[in-house]
Every structure is written in C-alpha cells, then in structure tokens.
C-alpha cells in the first residue's frame, strides 16, 4: 500500500509560480514512479510528468515541457512539481499517483499504470 498526499495548490496570476508537493508513505517506493496528472473543468484527465523513484528519470507532457519540472527528496520521500510561466489553462485539480507498470518512457504516461492516487490539490491560475 503506497498512501499519497499533495499539498501546495493555490490561486497564482498568469506568469506566476507555484511547487505542488506529494508525499509518499507506506511502502518504500523502490522501481516505482509517480506521476502528476491534471484534470480541469470540463475537462479529461491528463498526463504532466513523471520521475522514476529509482534514478530520477523524468518524463513531460509537451504541454508543460520548459515550464514545469518534476523532482524528489528521497529522504523526505516526497515529490515536487515546480511550476512556472503559469497559464489560465494550467488551473486543474493536480493530483500525483504511484505506478510500477514498465516500460517507463511509454506506461508512465498512461493513467492505467497507476495504483495509488491522492485526493488532489487545486491549482487556479487568473488571468
């Protein structure tokens, strides 16, 4: 069992920044990944990014990619997802999730590859 909880989410103009945070408990995470996925109003869940707990590979959706980066404490055992250059079409409920699925590369962005999932953290970003 991997229980995930994120934090962070907030209100933030257009061209501002915010780091949402997911910490991890439970189990220790070992060839697993987590992801950050995103679902806004009306609208489908969707891919962000990925890192593998094991060597911090990453992995982006080309819609975040250059504004958005994924990396984690493992000490903490907690993942980050700083974001930057903040769109109105960035706001969403962001939540992270903890797969195991391979290959990485292909089955991380998949929201099926994923076990564990935490309530979400809102982010709304204003115009």
């Known amino acids: 069992q991997v229980q995930l909880v994120e934090s962070g989410g907030g209100l933030v103009q257009a061209g501002g920044s915010l780091r949402v945070s997911c910490a991890a408990s439970?189990?220790?995470?070992?060839?697993?990944?987590i992801g950050w996925f995103r679902q806004g109003p009306g609208k489908e869940r969707e891919f962000v990014a990925a890192i593998r707990w094991t060597d911090g590979s990453t992995y982006y959706a080309n819609s975040v990619k250059g504004r958005f980066t994924i990396s984690r404490d493992n000490a903490k055992n907690t993942v980050y997802l700083q974001m930057n250059s903040l769109k109105p079409e960035d706001t969403a409920v962001y939540y992270c999730?903890?797969?195991?699925?391979?290959?990485?590369?292909?089955?991380?962005?998949?929201?099926?590859?994923?076990?564990?999932w935490g309530q979400g953290t809102q982010v709304t970003v204003s115009s």
């Open positions: 439970g189990r220790t995470l070992g060839n697993w990944y």
């Open positions: 999730a903890a797969g195991s699925r391979v290959p990485f590369r292909i089955r991380s962005m998949k929201d099926d590859s994923y076990d564990y």
